[in-house]
């Protein structure tokens, strides 16, 4: 897809799936994120600032297969760390533009890809006060995480339409690479955005708007077009 530039500042991006992450780009899990890895990683001494470091856009079974060299004792830390991220769920809100946004869309139009297992994302979508996506594709639904495509080419699938007719909105590096292999259009979200190679990165998802096939980005904040 070929984005039109349209002056003063107009952006307009013909689509017809929106694809969204959903730590970073709906809602905010960072505190609860924080408190889970730390205690999974004080209980194994591991330094919990390197731990936390790494675990963002990465599924947990990833990180725990990297950290854990036993292969016998990666089930058991893995559920060790889902419970705890879990627990912590209350704590995460939704992100500016996030609930009004997804509230326009229609319902057979847009799905969320997350590397969280399905009852973390399930958890933090209802803590964050947001609406249950019509198609939600986890750690659970993949054997490859990001920044393999199998999530965002298995939520354009649900949704009929084909990959490269869809937007994908990512803030990790990981999940840019995983939406740009699908041949979707990538746009980056927040500070983490600018880390990645997406074109165009948006604050976040206020002033947002789809209609009719296209997407425009005139009303919103651009870090970078």
Known sequence: MTAQLHPPAALDIPCEGLLFDNDGVL???????????????????LPPEQVTAMVHGRRSADTVALLVTDPEERPAALAAIDRLEVEAAASTTA????????????????????????????????????????????????????????????????????PARTVVFEDSTAGAEAGAATGATVIGVGQRGLATDATVVVRDLRGLQWHDGVLSLAAADLLRF
């Open 27 to 45: 809602v905010d899990s960072d505190l609860g994120v924080d408190q889970a890895w730390s205690q999974w990683a004080r209980d194994r001494d």
């Open 95 to 162: 992100l500016p533009g996030a609930l009004d946004f997804l509230a326009g869309l229609p319902r057979d139009r847009w799905a969320v890809v997350t590397s969280g297992v399905t009852v973390l994302a399930r958890a933090r979508l209802t803590a964050a006060g947001l609406p249950t996506p019509p198609v939600l594709i986890t750690a659970d639904d993949v054997s490859r995480g990001k920044p393999a495509p199998d999530g965002y080419r298995t939520a354009a699938e649900k949704l009929g339409f084909a």
